[in-house]
């Protein structure tokens, strides 16, 4: 079974500057997906990025974008520029298989005017 | 484009009963997945369905139960309700039946077990 860490409960950044969330996973599998998702307080799961991890390159999107580095199972989101609507729960999941999609425990982002 | 919706938002059971949770899936969609989030986690993976078959299952005891019909929109059964099963549940529907596909997810149902 794979597991999804993110080892930072909450972070706190001023509007404007940029922000790094990390995410670790451990799986036996070669060919996955990796997703990061953010819940405002409204509650619905948004995609924010996803990548393959066949692909070499970093995925991209506007303002956010991830560092993933493969052999060391790590998956970061880098958002820069962060605005206030940015204030959201980010969590980090793992897709392989036929279980689901396994999150990790968010990372609650809160951007400071 | 009529993206995934879920009902109820809100419901309140005691301990023992029973619950249907509905969702309709994105259109163009023919996979639904169920997840339990509780308060201050990541959702958890229950089932999906794929083309009204289940093909997929967390570690979720069988009293956790579901349908889907064949216009794709699904239902998550729970019988017995204990305590430990009030959370939030999430649907989240694709266009193929594996996880590595996109999943799109609804608002959610918030469930209180008294």
């Known amino acids: 079974a794979q597991t999804v860490t993110q080892s930072q409960p909450e972070m706190s950044v001023q509007e404007a500057e940029t922000v790094t969330l990390s995410c670790t996973y451990d799986t036996s599998e070669n060919n996955y997906y990796l997703f990061w998702y953010k819940q405002p307080p409204s509650r619905q799961m948004i995609l924010v990025i996803r990548?393959?991890?066949?692909?070499?390159q970093n995925a991209t999107e506007n303002r956010f974008s991830v560092n993933f580095q493969k052999a060391a199972k790590s998956f970061s989101l880098k958002i820069s520029d962060s605005q206030l609507g940015d204030t959201a729960m980010y969590f980090c999941?793992?897709?392989?298989?036929?279980?689901?999609?396994?999150f990790g425990k968010g990372t609650h982002l809160i951007i400071q005017p | 484009e009529t993206g995934v919706t879920q009902s109820p938002t809100h419901l309140i059971k005691t301990r023992g009963q029973q619950v249907t949770l509905r969702c309709s899936s994105q259109?163009?969609?023919?996979?639904v997945s169920w997840y339990q989030q509780a308060l201050g986690q990541g959702p958890q993976f229950i089932f999906q369905y794929y083309r009204e078959e289940e093909n997929g299952r967390g570690n979720f005891p069988p009293r956790f139960s579901g349908l889907q019909f064949p216009n794709y929109s699904s239902e998550l059964n729970v019988n017995a309700l204990e305590l430990d099963d009030s959370a939030l549940y999430l649907c989240?529907?694709?266009?193929?039946?594996?996880?590595?596909?996109?999943?799109?997810f609804g608002p959610g149902t918030r469930l209180l077990v008294l």
């Open positions: 999941a793992f897709a392989g298989g036929a279980d689901g999609l396994t």
């Open positions: 259109s163009g969609h023919n996979t």
């Open positions: 990548q393959e991890a066949y692909k070499q």
């Open positions: 989240a529907s694709s266009n193929t039946g594996t996880t590595q596909e996109t999943q799109y």
